[in-house]
């Protein structure tokens, strides 16, 4: 995120020296999950609203209400927008906040997972399904049994078995199951968070049942370990988790990555299988304008692709996003080069 204030930002200067451009300009998209279904690439975002609700740390002002699938015959091409496939009043068991989601595909059946408060205020994550990679999508009358937190990403390995990653600190309320049961004591963000040198909260992952519509177990820790084999600690904020989970695979290895929140990097850790332990290898992509960052990554045609948002579309409202999509390379040892979203911007 670039160190001047949004109000002495050229944004016609940040624009032309971006890595790349906003997919759609008619809506606003973020959090963009990418997969290749069918040949082509699918891309489920969630759908940035303004519904007027002020800002706080627990991210109250992405209040939004309806997801849309977009897709495209590769990177370069044109983006379809296949409308709206699922809204908050289709979903029993959920009052507000569509927050970022993913999606897969099963025995030709795809399963689009979505996280969403319910009506006691703690997030859950359901499931909804489709007989089409563009929705719409239905969804089942109850969240998944033992779900909490945020951003599910899912993972298909060895086209057999599939996990979910899911898992999201302050406004997604992973610090509140420290004890296994939610805690509603106290208020704000950072209440029930480990000390500075303690280990800082994980991700979650659990392998899901063979319909896809629940845990097949009972989810555990991703834990992230540094070069020397040591968990991350909470006062790590570079380099510990904060939000978005995603997973891939290159060369064999596992590949987590991860938003560190408050800081804006996208990081990643290798491990040798999916469940980890993962060690921190680097950043992906630098801050950009905006508050948060939420990304996904997917091969295409043989070559790896990075979707990301940013702030830029909406001059730099935080809950304002915009998807965008850039390559991904990796050096000859399997590390991925960073991505500055905007070349040589003046950070002075």
Known sequence: MPEKPIDHID????????????????????????????????????????????????????????????????????????????????????????????????????????????????FRIGVATSGSPAGPFIPQPQAIKNSFSIDPAVFKDNEVDYYMYFGGIWGGQLQRWRTGTFNREGDGPFVHLPAADEPALCAKVAKLSDDLLGFAEEPKDVILLDENGIPLRQGDTERRFFEAPWVHRYNGKYYFSYSTGDTHYICYAVGDNAYGPFTYRGRILNPVVGWTSHHSIVEFAGKWYLFYHDSSLSEGITHLRSMKVTELTYDEIGDIRTIDPYHRMDRR
């Open 11 to 122: 944004f016609n200067e940040l624009n032309a020296k971006a890595v790349s451009k906003p997919l759609v300009t008619h809506l606003f998209t973020a959090d963009p999950s990418a997969h290749v279904f069918e040949g082509r690439i699918y891309i489920y975002p969630s759908h940035d609203i303004d519904a007027g609700v002020p800002f706080d740390d627990l991210g109250s002002h992405f209040a939004m209400e309806d997801y849309h699938v977009f897709s495209m015959e590769h990177p370069e091409a044109e983006v379809v927008d296949h409308g709206p496939v699922l809204h908050i009043r289709d979903v029993p068991w959920a009052e507000k906040q569509l927050w970022a989601p993913d999606a897969t595909e099963k025995d030709g059946s795809y399963y689009l997972f979505f996280p969403a408060k319910d009506f006691k205020g703690i």
